[in-house]
T-cell receptor, first 114, second 117 residues
Framework: SQQGEEDPQALSIQEGENATMNCSYK?????LQWYRQNSGRGLVHLIL?????REKHSGRLRVTLDTSKKSSSLLITASRAADTASYFC??????????????FGTGTRLKVLA | GAVVSQHPSRVICKSGTSVKIECRSL??????MFWYRQFPKKSLMLMAT?????????EQGVEKDKFLINHASLTLSTLTVTSAHPEDSSFYIC?????????????FGQGTRLTVV
């Protein structure tokens, strides 16, 4: 399968709680990105983390990357109902063709209850 | 910031007809563009990688003759769904990488929802 895997597949939490999503991938990567998608809409870029970085922050978002374990996590702190969406990781991996391409994880559907 | 415009955002077509979707990088040059397909409540599956001036590289299982990709300029790539059938109904999204920059984000279009009736 070309895809990475994310867990959990679905997550339901109360407003104000933290939400953690994990992403695992299979090949060496150039960078990894997290995206958000509201139902039926396009993708919104959240954060990019490069292969030589271990942690990045952006507002209420915290992303970690462990290249030895080929995994990344996205933490959303103090969640809000408006954070309800699907979240995907995308890895920028070197293909056999010699070019880099983005492969998406299976996604986590987050529901934040007010 | 870098903007990728995808057109149309929604299209309904009859079975057997062809539909063209455009992906434009508005304020940057994109050597490489990617086309993805997303089924309801599923993730995005990479269909093909489009390089300016050369043939697209298709992922395994994607029909080249059904999904024609053209990348005629550094700011435009098109995906044509030929002889569309209801099973081709899906959400199609393109993305573009800035020319000459590898270690950066890909910019995504807003997607095209195709419904074949």
């Amino acid at each position: 399968s070309q895809q990475g895997e994310e867990d959990p597949q679905a997550l339901s939490i109360q407003e104000g709680e933290n939400a953690t999503m994990n992403c695992s991938y299979k090949t060496s990567i150039n960078n990894l990105q997290w995206y958000r998608q509201n139902s039926g809409r396009g993708l919104v870029h959240l954060i990019l983390i490069r292969s030589n970085e271990r942690e990045k922050h952006s507002g209420r978002l915290r992303v970690t990357l462990d290249t030895s374990k080929k995994s990344s996590s996205l933490l959303i702190t103090a969640s809000r109902a408006a954070d309800t969406a699907s979240y995907f990781c995308a890895t920028d991996a070197l293909a056999t063709s010699g070019t880099y391409k983005y492969i998406f994880g299976t996604g986590t559907r987050l529901k934040v209850l007010a | 910031g870098a903007v990728v415009s995808q057109h149309p955002s929604r299209v309904i077509c009859k079975s057997g007809t062809s539909v063209k979707i455009e992906c434009r990088s508005l304020d940057f040059q994109a050597t490489t563009m990617f086309w993805y397909r997303q089924f309801p409540k599923k993730s995005l599956m990479l269909m093909a990688t489009s390089n300016e001036g050369s043939k697209a590289t298709y992922e395994q299982g994607v029909e080249k003759d059904k999904f024609l990709i053209n990348h005629a300029s550094l700011t435009l790539s098109t995906l044509t769904v030929t002889s569309a059938h209801p099973e081709d109904s899906s959400f199609y999204i393109c993305s573009a990488r800035v020319k000459g920059r590898l270690n950066t984000e890909a910019f995504f279009g807003q997607g095209t929802r195709l419904t074949v009736v």
